[in-house]
């Protein structure tokens, strides 16, 4: 890759000029000169120089004076964040200070062997680049979301069955093949909970634990705007909880796990073996909102099972809100509602009393994640020794 910008070699306001923006985004001179506590002048010496080096640039350079805010260019860097959902693949590229420089959404294949999943969405990758004519080497970081349980340390992908859409792969061993710059692995529903707490319906709460049900049961929790994941990334797996030891077998090897009773999967298993008609989910949630008596029960017991492992949950970690993705299993009837009334009702008062279980908010939810996989790069120590922008103990 290209060498990282030393920023500590650039005179002292230069580099206070180019972390600011990092920091900050685009600002315009009069801006900047009051941030830096400098001239108007030295903002103009300053810009002068660093538009030479092509590490700053004007932003609408058609428009009037006051409407022409400086940035930083991809030649400084720029970031990556691809996420990975069942069969859609979103990807951000940004320059280091967060202007988007591309973002798109696409089908891979979900029946594809695991390195050809990755394979097809890092050459969807190099085409964004060539069509933005950006070279590969101002890549400075990459952050790579799997809809997975993935061991954010080493790369590596565990239980062959639970985890068969990426097993045989090391998705950190095979970005770095093609790329020598720090890479961040995360599971995807936690870096959606992340997305869900800086811009959606857990804004204005400092904990947050974002839930969502649909083909499994997986959380997040978000504490200060930052992940939670445990020492390998393998917290959150609330669906794998055992909520009866003797129940059905689960695809990780245990009997009984919660998502077995309310998972889709597990409530159109269960609608088949009472009704013995076969049903697509969506004509089971149109069956439960039309009051078919099959259908109802099941969705009321997945509520209960889903408030009782919560309960478990929230005695141990305390969150302000429980914030769970209206998609999958919320679009029952009444769902949230009942799950927000059986964990009030079975929860220590400190806890029952205290937290708020909500709907998320969030619009374009895929997007929104790969966004903030932006925000977790910009904040990696890694990418900010790529950048040049640790030195002396700035952070951006």
């Not at 492992?309 to 809100?321: E, F, G």
Request: glycine share 8%.
């Amino acid at each position: 890759m290209n060498p990282a910008i030393d920023l500590a070699a650039l005179p002292p306001n230069a580099r206070r000029l180019l972390l600011h923006l990092m920091e900050n985004g685009p600002t315009h001179r009069a801006d900047l000169a009051r941030a830096l506590d400098v001239s108007r002048t030295t903002i103009t010496n300053l810009t002068t120089g660093l538009q030479k080096d092509q590490l700053v640039e004007v932003i609408n350079p058609e428009a009037s004076l006051l409407k022409r805010p400086l940035a930083t260019t991809a030649h400084l860097g720029t970031l990556v964040s691809i996420v990975f959902f069942g069969e859609v693949c979103a990807q951000s590229i940004t320059t280091i200070d967060v202007r988007y420089l591309h973002e798109s959404t696409c089908e891979v294949d979900d029946s594809l062997p695991p390195a050809k999943r990755l394979e097809t969405a890092l050459e969807i990758l190099k085409d964004s680049y060539r069509e933005l004519d950006l070279d590969l080497q101002a890549i400075r970081g990459i952050h790579l979301a799997l809809d997975t349980q993935v061991n954010t340390e080493t790369g590596d992908i565990h239980a062959e069955q639970a985890s068969a859409r990426w097993y045989g792969v090391n998705p950190l061993q095979a970005l770095h093949q093609d790329f020598d710059v720090p890479v961040v692995l995360e599971n995807s529903v936690r870096l959606a909970g992340l997305a869900e707490a800086l811009w959606g319906a857990g804004e204005k709460y400092r904990d947050v634990l974002y839930v969502r049900i649909k083909i499994g049961a997986t959380c997040s929790h978000v504490r200060d705007r930052a992940i939670a994941s445990g020492a390998h990334g393998g917290a959150g797996e609330l669906g794998h909880l055992v909520y009866r030891w003797d129940g059905p077998l689960c695809a990780c090897g245990n009997r009984g796990c919660a998502m077995e009773y309310m998972s889709v999967p597990a409530l159109l298993r269960d609608y088949r073996q009472h009704s013995g008609e076969d049903v697509t989910w969506s004509e089971f949630v149109k069956r439960a909102h039309a009051g078919d008596p099959i259908a109802t029960e099941l969705s009321e017991d997945a509520a209960v099972v889903c408030a009782r492992t919560l309960v478990n949950v929230t005695h141990i970690l305390d969150p302000q809100a429980i914030i769970i993705n209206d998609t999958g299993v919320a679009k029952l009837p009444g769902f949230i509602a009942q799950v927000r009334s059986h964990l009030t009702e079975r929860a220590l008062p400190l806890i029952g009393r205290n937290v708020e279980v909500i709907p998320s908010t969030l619009p374009n939810m895929v997007e929104s994640t790969a966004r903030a996989g932006i925000h977790t790069l910009r904040h990696h120590p890694q990418v900010q020794a790529a950048i040049g922008a640790n030195g002396g103990g700035a952070s951006v």
